[in-house]
C-alpha cells in the first residue's frame, strides 16, 4: 500500500502507480476542461476547443482506468462500468455535436458523462476525503447525480439554446 496526499494507492508496483499517476492527470484534465466547457458560450471558439480537450482526456481516463480494472478486476470491475457509462455518454454527445443532432442530446451527453466521472472518483475515493468519509457509502454512489441531473434539467429549461420550442398552432 502507497498513500499520496492521504489517498491509499493500493499498491506498490511501479507499472501501477505508474498508470495511477496518468490516471490523475487525465482525470483533472477532464474535471477542469469539462468544468470550462459547461461555463464558456456555447457554439465554435473556446467551448468547442475545451468541450475537446475533455473529450480525449475523459478517453485516456478511460484507458487508464481499464488498464487498472484490469490489474485489480474484483475490486475494480465496477469503476470500469463506470468509466465505460461516462465516456459511452460522452461519445454519444461528440457525434451529435458532429452530426447536428438536437442540441439536448449533447448537453445531456456530456453532463451524464460528467456525473458518471465523479460518480467514480466519489465511489473509489470518498472514504479517504473529507466531508465525503462522514457520508453513507450510498452518497458516493447518488449525490454526484442528485446534485448534476437538476442542474442539467435547468439548463435545459434556461438556456436560450435549448429551450424547448412552443409546438406549431
Known amino acids: 500500500m502507497t498513500v499520496i496526499f492521504g489517498i491509499p494507492i493500493p499498491s506498490q508496483d511501479p507499472a501501477f502507480l505508474g498508470i495511477v499517476a496518468l490516471h490523475v492527470l487525465a482525470g483533472l484534465t477532464a474535471v477542469v476542461s469539462g468544468a470550462l466547457a459547461m461555463r ?4 465554435r471558439g473556446r467551448h468547442s ?6 473529450f480525449w482526456s475523459l478517453a485516456a481516463l478511460f484507458v487508464t482506468a481499464t488498464a487498472l480494472s484490469a490489474m485489480r478486476w474484483s475490486e475494480d470491475a465496477h469503476l470500469f462500468a463506470l468509466g465505460a457509462l461516462a465516456l459511452a455518454f460522452a461519445i454519444a454527445a461528440r457525434l451529435a455535436a458532429c452530426r447536428h443532432w438536437p442540441l439536448r442530446i449533447h448537453a445531456g451527453g456530456m453532463g451524464a458523462s460528467f456525473i458518471a ?3 467514480a472518483f466519489y465511489v473509489d475515493n470518498g472514504a479517504n476525503l473529507p466531508l465525503w468519509r462522514d457520508l453513507p457509502l450510498i452518497a458516493y454512489w447518488t449525490v454526484p447525480a442528485l446534485l448534476g441531473v437538476p442542474i442539467i434539467l435547468w439548463v435545459f429549461a434556461r438556456h436560450p439554446l435549448l429551450r424547448a420550442r412552443p409546438a406549431p398552432t
Do not use: E, V
Open 49 to 54: 476547443r475545451m468541450g475537446t480537450i475533455y
Open 40 to 43: 464558456l458560450q456555447k457554439g
Open 117 to 119: 466521472m465523479l460518480t
